[in-house]
């Protein structure tokens, strides 16, 4: 057989390459994609959160973090990048609208990978306001929980 016939295929599978979002494809290879928990055995909870990195393969990838009462905040993801050790570098934009006036945070995260669990270890806003550091939250001086891989 030729490698002319593996030319079309080729060029297909470039094509739908080239159409998605680069973000999306990084969380996607770096094992972040999808449905994450402290405990994914147990029902939403204050003390087991779910967080979902929704990487839809030609749009922006999304964060979405659920509790008890349902989704508790989303955001859109950017510069999703390997580090060193285990680390991958994001940057998670909010936009909150309270009383009807519209406000945007970005944050600057750093997390921390290990198989199939993840935790937040570097949290930091553009305005540079720190609300973790080395995997310690500042308000409750205590480690930041491991979320688990939720299916695949």
């Known amino acids: 057989m030729s ?7 080729v060029a297909v599978l470039a094509v739908g390459l080239a159409a998605a979002n680069p973000d999306s494809a990084a969380l996607t290879q ?3 994609a999808g449905e994450w928990a402290v405990d994914c055995q147990k029902p939403l909870g204050d003390d087991n959160p779910h967080v979902t990195f929704a990487a839809p393969g030609d749009q922006p990838p999304q964060y979405i ?57 570097e949290v ?16 409750k001086g ?7 891989k939720c299916g695949g």
Do not use: C, H, Y
């Open 124 to 139: 930091k806003t553009g305005d540079g306001r720190v609300s973790v550091s080395g995997g310690v939250e500042k308000t």
């Open 30 to 32: 770096l094992g972040l």
């Open 65 to 121: 973090e659920s509790g008890a009462q349902g989704p508790v905040g989303a955001g859109f993801i950017s510069n999703v990048r390997a580090l060193s050790g285990g680390q991958i570098a994001l940057t998670l934009t909010v936009t909150e609208n309270f009383g009807g006036q519209s406000s945007t945070i970005v944050m600057n995260n750093v997390v921390l990978k290990d198989g199939n669990r993840f935790r937040f270890f």
């Open 142 to 148: 205590e480690a930041t929980k491991w979320l688990q």
């Open 3 to 9: 490698g002319a016939g593996l030319a079309v295929p």
